[in-house]
């Protein structure tokens, strides 16, 4: 199986696809596997995220949300240290409080709902 990286949803430039060959071309099985994996973020210490990249190769972050200073630097280190660009993900489906603390809340529809009979209230 081929996948045309020109193509939809990916719409890559022959530049752009010369580094994606490239890049997996030149990954070890070990940092191919980490590739599959994500970290859930048990500290933002510049020890441990360094660590995380380097020995595991992870793939994606998913952090617990923080000031936006903290969560900017622990992305920051993330990014700068990853030979790959990582995936980095947040709980933001209340709003921007589930990616930082100093974010803004918006409600839930569980939460808006006040009819017991309601399914969404269950």
Known sequence: MTVDLSKKPFYLNAEQIA??????ANMSLEEKIGQLFVNMGSSRSE?????????????????NPAKAEEVYEQNHILQT?????????????AGGNGACTDGTEIGLQIKNCCDSRCSLCL
Request: charged share 20%; proline share 3%.
């Open 81 to 93: 240290k990853s030979k790959i660009p990582l995936l980095i993900a947040a709980n933001t489906e």
């Open 47 to 63: 020890e441990y995220l360094t660590n995380m990249v380097n020995k595991y190769h992870i793939g994606a972050v998913r952090y």
């Open 19 to 24: 580094w994606v060959e490239n890049t997996i």
